[in-house]
């Protein structure tokens, strides 16, 4: 049975919505909406939605079972090297290993099936990178018609991954904030649910990655810090309520500190938390290499400034920084897009500049697959050329003695 | 503790050799070896290596827990629209949620750990695609020295995943298969150790899909056919020797039909397997979009003769049944490389010619992602066209009523 007793409450005034309407941001003071904290308990299963269906109650599990590609149970890895370069212990939660390689399909399949849920026959999302990838395939699966709204400035290598899928793309000439604010208005009327960053239900799918976390905690000792690439704020509210939903739950007793780490070309909630103010402000021309992060009016900023005021802080690395960061990442096993290795770079920060974070556990969130943004790669030869090497059959002995 | 009284066996003379030196193909006959079948129980954990354990007891258990990057425990995802439009039961069983996003990276931990049991401190392969990438990896996870064989036609798309992890890449004016022999002749030479596609060790690591397929049948019913995409023949023997062990340790009864699926343009198993004969032919001119599984002289291909005569049958499909089959999956939402969507294309051919394949279950490897190769799905583009619309604020509505 799904429960539709529950509400939506605002992150902000507190105002409450039913949940089987189809809210997305308050309708008083357009903050973003949350699924009200549920109690459970964690089953025994090997299945992500099986094991936490107690805090899914609002989920359709049937459907769950039939739209489901096997997202999530992804690995947390030590790594070796990078712990003692920093002078901390690194975990990394391989984020990659998902349906379309990054953490989205655990949120997207959970907003789609919202999307089912009301009713809707047509969905869409406003996005050029991980999300759009991850919203086409859905669709796909679903069965339903999907509209993926982007900039006109998309390069070629990131439009193949989406339209593969068979998915609608949509170039719009605006800004990314307006295209935001337009899709859900548009989308309303138009009768296409628009899953975007931070839709209640999507950050409700992202709390399976906190609910993983806080088991392997259980077995491997508590953590210091959750290190979150931060873009429009979804990905660290969901893991951070998982902790909430267990701490209400009975099931931890304490909660790891997060970092949003944005990129310094479009930081507008690290902005804000040093200037210790409430509301963020729009990038006016934002500018980096971490795509995946890049959103200059974050949805959840204000919300995420909210939260950080208890459970952590903000701040903003370089796109060097960053780029040095996916090199050591690579160079230690494991290929990353930049806004995750901006969670790298931001303990390498730390790390140098302050005593306090020396020998504590970071676990980092590596959101999405390297492979995806090939292109990074090209910047990261400018740091640092490339072994390569031409030989034939007579020469292969002696060139590769030299290896 | 290790055991290291285990022998390796040629799969066609039979002859053993022992397993703590170096030999990878047999003296006498120059045949693959393999490790011995050993019996054994499956663990409760859910850790790949913890749980099948028994079957490793040749491995050093620290090192994988040193080196691994989470591989395996990957999903299968059942298609209710493939199922549907190919008149089967269809099952994915989805690879590419792996470290480097194809099942490689499952035999390439086991083949480094060999390597530094064997007190190798350089490693290499011979590869231009998935095993080039999974090597690279896991030589830089381990801290080996790396060397990477390829050929110089190698795109550019394809050496970026590769040199990102720090391994000299080696572009070799030699034809694959010559590239392949002398790699093992100087590798021994130069203490460089090379994990090729049907290394013994590797194959043992690619048993882990077998033992995950078969825990999935304790739990799902039987499978009438296992469709395995298959270049060197390395991952076909895997998953075969899995089963072989299982039945001879009293866990399985009945052993799946295996069908090894090669492209026309590069099928010398497919072509030995229909002429009847027991040997294979190297192909002069290979020609596929389906590189990953394009082996002129696959080093497995005769065993894998073997192994079909009582476990099942090889085919070939086209280049166009490839795309058109890859356009599918991606429109079922799963977005594979062409050798991977080749299992669907062989399923297709089959079910639209012989009655004999309706209502089968058959169980797929999407043995790599489809992200890989984003100039395949350029190819696809000529099959059928995609949508893709420019528009701006004002317009948005109308455009987006019209999807």
Redesign the interface.
């Known amino acids: 049975m799904i429960n539709m007793n529950m509400r939506l409450i605002c992150t902000s005034c507190g105002k409450d919505h039913p949940i089987d309407e189809p809210h997305q941001r308050c309708e008083d003071c357009n903050e973003p909406l949350e699924v009200e904290h549920v109690r459970g308990k964690i089953k025994d299963s ?1 299945i992500v939605w099986e094991r936490y269906s107690d805090f899914y109650s609002f989920i359709n599990q049937k459907l769950i079972n ?1 739209l ?3 997202e999530g ?5 030590f790594s ?2 990078l712990s003692h370069e920093l002078g901390n212990e690194i975990y990394l939660k ?1 984020e ?6 990054s953490f989205k399909d655990r949120g997207t399949l959970i907003g789609v099936i919202r999307a089912i849920q009301l009713g809707y026959q ?1 969905i ?1 999302t406003v996005s050029t990178g991980n999300m759009a ?1 991850s919203v086409s ?2 669709g ?2 679903a ?1 339903l ?3 993926i ?1 982007v900039r ?1 400035d998309i390069p070629e ?1 990131k ?3 989406i ?12 800004k990314f904030g ?2 935001y604010r ?1 899709s859900l208005e ?2 309303k ?2 009768g ?1 649910y628009f899953i975007n960053s931070d839709d209640p239900f999507r950050v409700e799918g992202y709390k399976t990655i906190g609910f993983e976390i806080a088991e392997w905690i259980s077995k491997n000792g508590n953590l210091d810090y959750v290190v979150v690439p931060t873009g429009s704020g979804g990905l660290l509210r969901g893991i951070l309520k998982a902790f909430l939903e267990l701490k209400s739950s009975g099931l931890v007793s304490e909660i790891p500190k997060f970092i949003a780490v944005q990129a310094e070309g479009c930081s507008p909630i690290a902005k804000a938390y040093e200037k210790g103010v409430d509301y963020i402000e729009e990038v006016e021309e934002p500018k980096t290499i971490a795509g995946a992060i890049a959103d200059p009016l974050p949805p959840s900023g204000n919300e995420v400034l909210r939260k950080l005021k208890k459970h952590g802080m903000a701040m903003a690395v370089s796109d060097r920084e960053i780029l040095e960061a996916q ?1 050591m990442l ?6 990353v897009q930049p806004a995750s290795a901006a969670t790298i770079a931001a303990i390498r920060r730390l790390s140098d500049g302050y005593t306090d974070y020396t020998d504590k556990r970071f676990l980092c969130i590596l959101t999405g ?4 943004v ?1 292109s990074a ?2 910047e ?1 030869l400018k740091l640092e050329s ?8 007579e020469e ?2 002696t ?3 030299s ?1």
């Not at 697959?369 to 995806?372: L, P, W």
Request: hydrophobic letters at 40%.
């Open positions: 090997e039939e489901s590609l096997g149970n992804t690995p947390v890895v070796k090297r391989d990659t290993q998902n349906p379309t390689w047509r869409g990838a395939a859905y796909a699966r069965g018609k999907t509209a709204l006109p290598e439009i193949y991954p339209v593969v899928y068979g998915s609608n793309l949509i170039e719009v000439e605006a307006m295209i337009k548009i989308g009327k138009a296409i090199r690579s160079k230690s096993g494991i290929f697959a390297g492979i995806k090939v790669v090209k990261m490339f072994n390569i090497q031409k030989t034939d059959l292969l002995k060139t590769l003695e290896v």
